[in-house]
């Protein structure tokens, strides 16, 4: 009887359990379309096919900040192309260009700074992850999964942390502010062949604006164990032509 007793209350734990693990899933899921209703909803979200946004980029180093404009373009399903200027005059380096492309399946850097090069490993894989208008939205699709890993804080906030895993690829922690639903803070490990070490870069998110009915954030920081850097956006259109060869890896041969 003792057994019998002691398997019931066994099994019972196991459904409990599984039902528990159920509503975890659950609860990712309906923070994600909080979320995608916080930021204007799937519809508005789905009518967005490219975006040019610009703005101001301030880099901070230890001999002062850095700053120059910025445009970053973007089309669906995960084209993006993001061009800097920076005067480096005060450090000795003069004025530097960084013009970053990927065309969905390929990326390339042309960098004044460090030189030319193509961009491979986790990356490329991160660009290729990265859809446009929203990596959330479609993510069953993509073949990936997000997980619920609970509560932490953001500066006094408390946010909702859910990890997103792509089928290839770093993952992704994506907070997710508990009040607002409003994404605060995305933080992802890559490895950086430049450094010959992975890096983890934190980006946080904040002053968003409304924009064709969609939620835009204006100021973006980013910051590593080597850098910090703040976007300050003025400018965002959305559903423009966008020139796709912009996406591309410049053809050397052109006009030989």
Sequence with gaps: MMLKNGSRRLLLLAVFLGCAQFAVAQTADEIIEKNLAALGGRAALNNLKSRSVKGTITVSTPGGDLTGPIEVLNEAPNKTRTFIQLDLTSVGLGKITQDQRFDGTSAYVIDTLQGNRDITGDQLEAMKNAQFPNPLLNYKEMGATVELAGKEKVGD????????????????????????????????????????????QTSETSDFKDVDGVKVPFRIRTTSSIQTVLVTVTQVEHNKQIDRSLFSKPDTNAGK
């Design 157 to 200: 906030r408390d946010a909702y942390v859910l990890i997103g895993k792509p089928k290839t690829g770093p993952a992704v922690r994506h907070y997710i502010d508990a009040e607002t639903y409003l994404p605060v803070k995305t933080v992802m490990k890559v490895m950086v062949p430049q450094l010959g070490t992975e890096l983890e």
